[in-house]
């Protein structure tokens, strides 16, 4: 990998979407879709009840950032770019081996439109061509079977399976991985 470095932060536009930094303005947004239990079912992360929280949850994705351990963008409407949908990223950087760990959030409200499908094509594209990744990794909950269908329709192999790699709120939880390696 060769690119880690985000400053200033790359918008990523498709046909839909604006992917673009999550900002300390987006409090009530991230608000939203971190407090949903809906959207957060399968995603071993704290809920974001308040308006701190949120913020939170914002002072941490803008430190990845700035530190070159993460990069999520907000998943926005493209013409009304306050408007957010989700948020999408690289979670954790493997430098050593070329790899890095896609993760996304969509609110219910927006299941079901594509919006995923269309925007990890691009993040995809970017850690390819921008950060010089060699393979994108996706863990999953095994109950999630619509996370598991997008992977598998963007060319996601299944890779292994973690049984109770980690502890949530008192229940161990099994992992499910997911790889794409670069094709060029």
């Not at 009530?28 to 239990?37: L, P, S, T």
């Not at 770019?81 to 430098?95: A, D, K, Q, S």
């Amino acid at each position: 990998m060769s690119n880690l470095n985000f400053t200033p932060f790359p918008e990523i536009r498709t046909e839909r979407l604006l992917l673009r930094q999550v900002l300390l303005t987006d409090a009530e947004a991230v608000m939203k879709i971190r407090g949903n239990e809906e959207a957060m079912r399968y995603i071993p992360r704290p809920r974001a009840k308040t308006k701190e929280d949120a913020l939170a949850v914002i002072e941490m994705l803008t430190n990845g950032i700035k530190e070159g351990k993460s990069i999520n963008w907000a998943i926005s409407n493209i013409e009304n770019p306050l408007e957010i949908y989700g948020i999408m990223g690289y979670v954790n950087f493997y430098p050593e081996l070329g790899k890095a760990e896609i993760g996304y959030m969509l609110h219910p409200d927006y299941w079901g439109k594509g919006y995923v499908p269309e925007a990890i094509l691009e993040v995809e594209k970017f850690g390819f061509e921008q950060i010089n990744l060699q393979s994108i990794e996706a863990k999953i909950d095994p109950r999630n079977d619509n996370s598991r269908k997008i992977l598998q329709r963007n060319n996601y192999q299944f890779d292994r399976l973690a049984k109770k790699e980690m502890t949530f709120q008192e229940e161990e939880l099994d992992s499910e991985y997911y790889i794409k390696h670069r094709t060029s």
